[in-house]
């Protein structure tokens, strides 16, 4: 399976052209798995509420994922991306999966990042996974990584492969991901954007690229650099992702002690 990402320089509020963008880039490449970074469409760094709720859509009818949903069934691919979600008076920070036959699923961001926490409701749908015809699919959001427990949830639940749009500032995910993928042994693809935005006095955010595809061994198997739009491509077997066995002898989900993961207090 041809997995990647796009990586690029989303122009805040340019819904418009940032998704024209994405549909110029993807002619160029041959793949079944597209992900983008996080709020791929609007740019990152919302300044106000009214801003979050001019630039949020209903899914699946909102422009965003009905381009999604066009570029999906004209391409016959699969697309992660991150977009800012409304719903029933709240505002989440999503990601839709769309395919060739329509929308196939939301994830709603767990563990909202920095002034996210002003703007965006946590999201209520949990770690998701999909059973499509290119794997099994789980999605996170950006900053759900810090969090041990998001990767590990979307594998305990069969994930292959996951799909991981981002916006990352903070420096420690790509060396981390490798480590992630390794204790779960799935894939994971990691979408982030480069560029920088400062719509906030003197809180500028520099996006630190560095998209990449990681295996089940914990290789990386392609990285963006850290400044330049990428869109990389590569093939992956989510099928080999299946088997958690690390020898004769440990499985690592066979081998997980849930009963010994308590804090027990400190010893006196
Ligand atoms: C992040 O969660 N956008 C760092």
Not at 106 to 127: A, I, M, N, Q
Request: hydrophobic share 40%.
């Amino acid at each position: 399976m041809k997995a990647g990402f796009y990586q690029f320089n989303p122009s805040f509020g340019k819904k418009e052209e940032n998704i024209k963008k994405v549909i110029s880039a993807a002619k160029h490449a041959d793949f079944e798995l597209l992900v983008l970074p996080e709020f791929f469409a609007t740019g990152y760094q919302f300044a106000s509420a009214d801003e979050v709720a001019e630039l949020s859509e209903s899914v699946p009818d909102g422009d965003t994922t009905e381009a999604l949903l066009e570029l999906s069934d004209k391409r016959g691919i699969y697309i992660v991306a991150g977009l800012p979600e409304k719903e029933g008076g709240r505002y989440y920070n999503s990601a839709v999966f769309t395919g060739p036959d329509g929308l196939i699923g939301v994830y709603r961001k767990t563990h909202l990042f920095f002034e996210e926490t002003l703007y965006f409701t946590p999201g209520d749908t949990g770690f998701k996974v999909w059973d499509t015809k290119i794997g099994r699919i789980g999605i996170m959001i950006c900053f759900d990584w810090f969090f041990p427990e998001s990767m590990r949830s979307l594998a305990l639940s069969g994930a292959e492969v996951i799909a991981h749009p981002s916006n990352l500032v903070l420096p420690f995910c790509p060396d981390a991901m490798p480590v992630r993928c390794l204790e779960n042994m799935v894939y994971a693809v990691t979408a982030n954007r480069i560029g920088t935005e400062d719509r906030k006095k003197e809180q500028s955010l520099t996006f630190i690229g560095k998209s990449e595809v990681v295996s089940p061994k914990g290789e990386i198997l392609v990285r963006a650099p850290e400044d330049e739009e990428a869109l990389i491509v590569t093939d992956i077997d989510p099928a080999s992702a299946r088997d958690k066995a690390l020898n004769s002898c440990n499985n690592i989900f066979k081998d997980r002690r849930p009963e010994m993961y308590r804090p027990s207090g400190i010893c006196s």
